[in-house]
């Protein structure tokens, strides 16, 4: 693409339709071109834009297509493909300005909010009115609402709540041509035209700008216990996954894994103790209801399953604060492993949940064969593993040429096994040369014909997912 | 669009890519020419098929194109919009013999079928097994899977299930070149590329085919308990709807509301007795859970506020086949419209739940005030209406001149109040010149331009939710 580029005069221009000063001084250039991804090769944008309302947004949009300026919008930053950040320079737009609940309305029980809203916030907000938002990625104290609507994130609780496309119901949305439009609303129902909605959600800001999103939220279940079951060994912790969930008639609201090294890593990175610490691995399994009695039959039934699949023992955590603990030492892998290990690939594979512990058996000889270190952990319940590939004291030159061949694989055999190659941190740009050799080609065509529909001058967030 | 014509040389060659024979008898194109919506203005088709393969829907699409013939694809004809009936003659391809269950896979709790099953079928086989398929259209006995899909089928279950289209996860296509691909699958997370998937759902067969379609089941509720509560007359009931839901702290799993004509006509076709037959409406709400203590709060919770807010009693079906019996009688008061007031319209409304009360308000002024009569039933819980009109004794050009103005008023009172003017049924060609006057040009470009981006030629389903 010949896309313009941004000199003093434009800047000017851009600057006049703008209440919040833009930056383009070094670090906030350097800032902006990267989000949580590791190794992620960065383009620096020219220009950082605050937008502070849709008709910001919308006047962003217009400049930039008389201009034929590329626009990448852009949440809190910490997407793990490279969603939201420059592949052609141009103007990052950022949403931390728009960043307020706008209605919380309790008697249709939904929620409306701009998209810079930190998805915890909206958690707590619920939990204070005794509802529930039932999406939970592990982010959700740093990572915003507009961020989990462009890459469906899921998390937490996908089994029982599905992901973040689930609670959606309302989205405005800017066009790449300025236009401001909204598509569904809140209403359970709506067959009236084309699913826009979901056809935005995960589409990676490739296709418009969310603006204003309503959210479903759900009555609180009164009764949360979460079971921490330590195993002597990865693959008998995944063996026993599949049994607990279509065995016990329970759909828990978590089943996440944790292998042995991830556990110690976020230990060691929280400085906190954690019961077994030193097994092979850790299932954490939570569930929900509203009487007490069933409750303590689904755990009991789920603990006993468990132990008799192999674990070593079952905590029960039936108290916040117990819970919140588990919880922070799953949440924080992510982020213990780029502080121990930033040389690293984290995968994002999904598979249909039974087929989990033949994709950990394949990863792991995929990892040796590649001579890579590899730990895993992730949502076993719903499919999602984080296989993730280190460094460590491999020379750099092995590691650039033996990471995307042990990618390749990875891919293909989670090709076929029924899965795909991100379950919730999107194709973006870290994984976009291999969609293009695992979709066939008559769907590329699509996302191609699709995007020209939106955005017939390809300024909006280019180089995302495919190539045009 | 200047299509092309069925000659008999056409029919031989398109004869010849098909095990079965194709119907061109005047009873046939008669009977193809119809759905159940009243008064649908038809067309015959030239041509009816039955395709037995993926291979042989990719064959007539090919053919298709090769001689431009629209290709309007049919499930069990029981859609009440018009979106499985020709609007410009041509082929219709019928999916009654593409009714095979292709696997239960019971490790992963999901089932794949041909879109010909009737949905009835998927719902009994999960019973069997102790699971649930959450999609209940009330006309599951007789409507097919993939009509279900084509229009994003609600039912009576949407409030805790969510519609069609959350339960589906996978997708077998045959595009309108002709091409076979594959959507989605049975992993519960996937953001690698776009979601064709839920653009598929509620298409109505303008984009593609199903073939083949992956269904998430989930583990059965131990327990159900109906409650019926007639009230006085129908403001009564409708006001008491959104206490019920927001109130409560319990997700029904259903909350149908009948007002007295329909439940009487119902009463009337089916030859039985019920309740308080004379009441002025009925409430219907079912609640489901594993423990008999939680699901006994729930339900007297609700009851009692049901009486609160004017219930005149709370009979309590705790049995399936009570609870089968006021379901039968809610379920069949379509059919029995249709055969005792063949001259109607029924609308399909859908509105944010809390403004139930208003809309029901409003159509009824807008019924007197253009001389229909109105009967009102539908889906309370979920914000879902079948506002019907009568033509009654109206002479018929009152009748002809009044409807369309009161569907006009219906369906922007129903935008005023943050509505959707199809819920579940689909707009097909009953709805189509409305939608174009409600939603903006925008949206009608992106709807043309996604469809032009899967369909060069115009020929799957053309004239279909918008004009080209």
Chains 1, 2 share one sequence.
């Not at 929280?270 to 939570?286: K, M, Q, S, V, W």
């Not at 213990?336 to 990863?363: F, G, T, Y």
Request: proline residues 5%; charged residues 25%.
């Amino acid at each position: 693409m010949n896309y313009g580029r941004l000199n003093a005069d434009l800047i000017e221009e851009l600057q006049s339709l703008l209440n919040i000063p833009v930056k383009y001084d070094e670090e906030s250039l350097d800032r902006y071109s990267r989000d949580e991804t590791a190794e992620l090769k960065a383009v620096r944008p020219e220009v950082v834009t605050f937008p502070v309302s849709t008709q910001e947004v919308s006047e962003i949009m217009k400049f930039a297509n008389r201009h034929l300026i590329p626009v990448t919008p852009r949440g809190a930053g910490t997407g793990l493909s490279g969603g939201a950040v420059p592949s052609y320079r141009g103007i990052v737009m950022s949403f931390e300005k728009m960043n307020r609940i706008l209605e919380f309305d309790e008697a249709n029980m939904m929620i409306t909010v701009e998209p810079g809203v930190i998805t915890g916030e909206i958690q707590k907000l619920a939990d204070r009115h005794n509802l529930v938002y039932g999406g939970d990625p592990c982010s959700s104290e740093s990572s915003s609402i507009g961020g989990n609507v462009a890459e469906n994130a899921g998390g937490n609780k996908v089994m029982k709540y599905g992901p973040t496309g689930y609670h959606v119901y309302g989205l405005e949305v800017v066009l790449p041509s300025g236009e401001i439009t909204y598509f569904g609303g809140k209403r359970l129902k709506d067959v009236s035209g084309l699913d826009f909605v979901h056809l935005m959600v995960g589409s990676e800001g490739t296709l418009g700008i969310v603006t204003k999103i309503t959210l479903r939220l759900l009555p609180k279940p009164k009764y949360s216990v979460a079971l921490l079951v330590p195993y002597p060994d990865i693959d008998t912790a995944i063996a026993a996954v599949p049994g607990l969930m279509s065995g016990s008639g329970v759909v828990p609201t978590s089943l996440e894994f944790m292998d042995g090294s991830s556990i110690r890593a976020a230990c060691s990175f929280l400085n906190i103790e954690f019961p077994y610490a030193d097994a092979g691995a850790h299932l954490i399994i939570e569930v929900e209801g509203n009487s007490k009695d069933s409750i303590f039959d689904d755990y009991v039934k789920l603990g006993e399953a468990a132990i008799e699949a192999g674990g070593l023992e079952a905590f029960v955590a039936d108290n916040r604060n117990t819970r919140d603990k588990l919880w922070k030492a799953r949440k924080s892998i992510a982020e213990a492993l780029a502080a121990i290990s930033p040389v690293h690939s984290m995968e994002d594979v999904s598979v249909p949940m039974a087929n989990i512990p033949k994709l950990i058996k394949r990863s792991e000889e995929i990892a040796k064969k590649r001579g890579l270190e590899m730990i895993a952990f992730g949502h076993a319940g719903d499919g999602n593993v984080h296989v993730t590939f280190i460094k460590g004291d491999l020379p750099q030159e092995d590691w650039d040429r033996n990471l995307p061949l042990a990618e390749k694989e990875l891919f293909d055999e989670t090709t076929e096994l029924g899965g795909c190659i991100s379950g919730e941190h999107g194709i973006g740009i870290k994984r976009k040369k291999y969609l293009a050799s695992i979709v066939d080609e008559a769907q590329l065509d699509l996302i191609r014909g699709i995007k020209k529909a939106f955005d017939r001058n390809n300024i909006l967030n280019p180089g995302k997912i495919v190539d045009l």
